[in-house]
Structures are given as structure tokens and as C-alpha cells.
């Protein structure tokens, strides 16, 4: 029993580093040698794992997140879709639309109109109107290096999950970490990525000779420019504020905003439960 164990944190350990590592590179020509060398693992068994634990194969898993990257920059942005294309490792448009279409349902310029017709006829979050947005804080921050747990499902109910895990292996392990900076990444679009699919991060600030195990990985977040805003409230209207910055702040800013994750700090998590009208969370927009 304890060798299961052991064999399901070698193998554990190897998936995040394979998902981090087409994280980091989905724009370039990724091999499963290359995805499976990144994961410090033999190719031969290595795409059976992956699909095993990620309930996709790798190439599989690869495509959808460069289509739903692709939907970002059509739903965003205002580049052409052969430049989308080109930049998500298609050599024409026609094989991008075609790949496009088999994993969203739709064309590239028949989601783009999709978006604009979802716009235009005001069928976006409500709960936004009238917000008043504060305007964000620039700042330059270092790379940091962080402990991380990521679940995949609903954005409801993975954060708890994510959370308790890596808490849980940091009060029994390193009890001094317990107050270290907080940090989580939500990595998909609700409003693109099926809920299933759904990717979340909690995170850790942590030294390096802090030891990863199991499930509980390490990763940078990037360091750069960002634009931070700052949330008051629960965690479950972040993603109002969210809505407000893409509806609002970036529209005007949309070319200084960099293909990066936005990530969230968390100041105050010790009121979830006891007043979260006061909770404060950063949020973190990468710049170019």
C-alpha cells in the first residue's frame, strides 16, 4: 500500500511538471519527448499517465488549451484571425478554423461575431453596472517562487479543495509557512473553458528549500509590471471585479496588457469565515 502511494506521488509530481511546462510553452511546437523529458519522465509510458490522471491525452490536452487561448484573443482583442492562427502554430488559417471548430463548435470569426453580438446587446454581467472602478495601482514585482496545489472543476467548489490540501501539507510539514503570502490562480475562462475543465491554483510563497511532495507542487509566477487592483469583499463576488476590468479598465488599456495569467493575492484569508465583507484581495494584471 505505502508503494502505491509513493508510485502515485512520483507520477503525481510528474503531471504537474508536464502541465506547467505546455503551460509555459503553448506557443511553440511541443513534442510528447519534450513534454515528457520537461516532466522527468520516460516517453514510452509517459502519454498513458497523463491521460490516466488528466482523463486526456497529451496532444488532446495540448489543442484545447491553444483553442481556448486562441477564443481569448478573439474574444479580447481585435487581431486578425490569420495572426491568431499563426501565433497558435497553425501554417493557414483554414487548418486553424478547422481545429478551432472541432474543439469550441464554431468557427473563429463565427465566436468572434458570437462575442461582439453578446456585447453589443448588453448580455453581460449586471452585477457590474454602475461599479465604480478603482484605478489601479503599476507596480514592478520580482519573479515568485511558490508552493501549489491546482484542481480542476468548478471554479465554486476547487478553491476550498485546492486550499485544505495545501494547508494541510504546510501546518504538518512547515507550520512556519502558515502565514507566508497567499496567492491563487484562476487559469481559464469560465465563459470559454468547459466547468470540468476548469483549472485552479492555490498558492504559497515559500524559499526553495522548502520540499515539494505529492500533489503539492512548486512553480514562479511571473515578476514584471502589473497592474493591481485591489477587491473588497468575499471571494465569491471576485469575479464581478473581474468583469468590471474587462468591461471597463481594459478596453482602454488592451495593448499594454501582456498574454500572461492575471493571479490574485490574498491579504486577509483569515476572515473567510468570521466577516468576509472584509476581505482584501490584490489583483494582479500582467503588463508588457
Known sequence: MEQDNQTWQVHAKSIWKAQLFIQENLDEELTLYQVAKAASFSPYHFHRIFRAFTGESIHNYIRRLRMEKAAGRLKYTQHPVT????????????????????????????????????????????????????????????????????????????????????MNFVNKY?????????????????VITEEEKLRFDACL???????????????????????????????????????AIFQEWYPNHKEEVAEL?????????????TNPDELLTKIYVPLK
Not at 217 to 243: M, S, V
Open 205 to 243: 510563497a515559500a524559499p526553495e528549500d522548502v520540499l515539494e511532495k505529492g500533489d503539492v507542487g512548486r512553480q514562479i509566477l511571473k515578476g514584471g509590471k502589473y497592474a493591481i487592483f485591489l477587491h473588497r469583499g468575499p471571494y465569491e463576488t471576485l469575479e464581478n471585479t473581474f468583469d
Open 174 to 190: 512547515y507550520p512556519k509557512l502558515s502565514d507566508a503570502r497567499k496567492f491563487s490562480l484562476g487559469l481559464d475562462d469560465p
Open 83 to 166: 495572426d491568431i492562427a499563426l501565433d497558435s502554430g497553425y501554417q493557414t488559417p483554414s487548418s486553424f478554423s478547422r481545429a478551432f471548430n472541432k474543439v469550441m463548435g464554431v468557427s473563429p470569426f463565427g465566436y468572434r461575431r458570437e462575442e461582439e453580438v453578446r456585447v453589443d446587446g448588453k448580455q453581460v454581467n449586471q452585477s457590474t453596472k454602475g461599479q465604480v472602478m478603482i484605478k489601479p495601482d503599476i507596480e514592478k514585482i520580482p519573479d515568485l517562487s511558490v508552493l501549489f496545489v491546482r484542481r480542476v472543476g468548478s471554479y465554486q467548489t476547487t478553491p476550498p479543495e485546492a486550499w485544505n490540501t495545501l
Open 261 to 273: 495569467p492575471c493571479f490574485c493575492e490574498h491579504l486577509n484569508m483569515e476572515l473567510m469565515e
